[in-house]
């Protein structure tokens, strides 16, 4: 089971960003203290979304869920070490996910992006298989969605160059099967790709399960007093 929130930001006041800020645990506190000025706003939405699909997995008030990182830097919720967490920004856009199996999210607004790029993340035969895009920012950010997530799903992120994930083949409308071997690594996963609001969103996970649902800017109460 998996569960995905995706929040716009920008849909936000500043006086429901201060409430939600005022609910961080106090180790979450202190992890937003340490960012940059600029950066806060967008960690406190991406530790919302986060909550969001902790408290919606585990069918508990999203403000009764604590976040921080594991060992390897990823994001976690203590105390459950068997759910998998995953966590995207991009812009005013930020997608959390939360669930029992291996998973990855990573989105990224459409915007230009220079051609050789494509060079720099993928082979030509990969390209083949996703080309079915207007414009070259369209595919570069959807190849490069698509391997972040995969790779994000192993727990490895971008330690691990882009081109070492391979996109094999295509899977349906939207998933395409990706394989990585690099060093001692043999491992493979479905990513399923979609367009949203604007930006390619990748969501990479366990080979057996199905397109998990993805809510966007849900409703969420603030508790009471």
Same mark, same amino acid.
């Given at each position: 089971m998996t569960r995905i929130v995706g929040i716009?930001?920008?849909?936000? *006041?500043?006086?429901?960003?201060?409430?939600?800020?005022?609910?961080? =645990?106090?180790?979450?506190?202190?992890?937003?203290?340490?960012?940059?000025e600029g950066r806060r706003e967008e960690w406190t939405v991406g530790r919302l979304a986060l909550k969001l699909a902790g408290g919606w997995y585990g069918r508990k008030p999203w403000h009764g869920v604590d976040t921080t990182y594991d060992s390897r830097g990823r994001p976690c919720i /203590? !105390?459950?070490? =068997?759910?998998?967490? *995953?966590?995207s920004h991009s812009g005013?856009?930020? +997608?959390? %996910?939360? !669930?029992?199996?291996p998973i990855g999210v990573d989105i990224?607004?459409?915007? /230009?992006?220079?051609?050789?790029?494509? !060079?720099?993340? %993928?082979?030509?035969?990969?390209?083949?298989? +996703? =080309?079915?895009?207007? $414009?070259? %920012?369209?595919? +570069? $950010?959807r190849v490069w969605t698509i391997k972040e997530a995969a790779l994000k799903s192993g727990g490895w992120g971008l330690r691990i160059p882009p081109r070492a994930a391979?996109?094999?083949?295509?899977? !349906?409308a939207s998933s395409v099967d990706v394989s990585l071997r690099w060093q001692a690594i043999r491992w493979r996963i479905t990513v399923w790709s979609i367009s949203t609001r604007g930006a390619s969103l990748s969501i990479a996970t366990?080979?057996?399960?199905?397109?998990?649902?993805?809510?966007?800017? /849900?409703?969420?109460d603030l508790p009471a007093g």
């Open positions: 716009d930001r920008s849909r936000l *006041s500043p006086d429901l960003l201060r409430d939600i800020r005022d609910l961080l =645990s106090p180790a979450e506190r202190r992890c937003l203290a340490a960012r940059p /203590p !105390g459950h070490p =068997s759910l998998s967490c *995953s966590l005013h856009l930020v +997608v959390a %996910a939360v !669930g029992s199996a990224e607004r459409i915007r /230009p992006r220079h051609q050789a790029m494509i !060079g720099y993340v %993928a082979g030509s035969e990969e390209v083949d298989l +996703v =080309s079915s895009f207007r $414009t070259a %920012a369209e595919l +570069v $950010t391979r996109i094999r083949r295509r899977k !349906g366990d080979e057996s399960n199905p397109l998990p649902r993805i809510r966007w800017n /849900p409703h969420f």
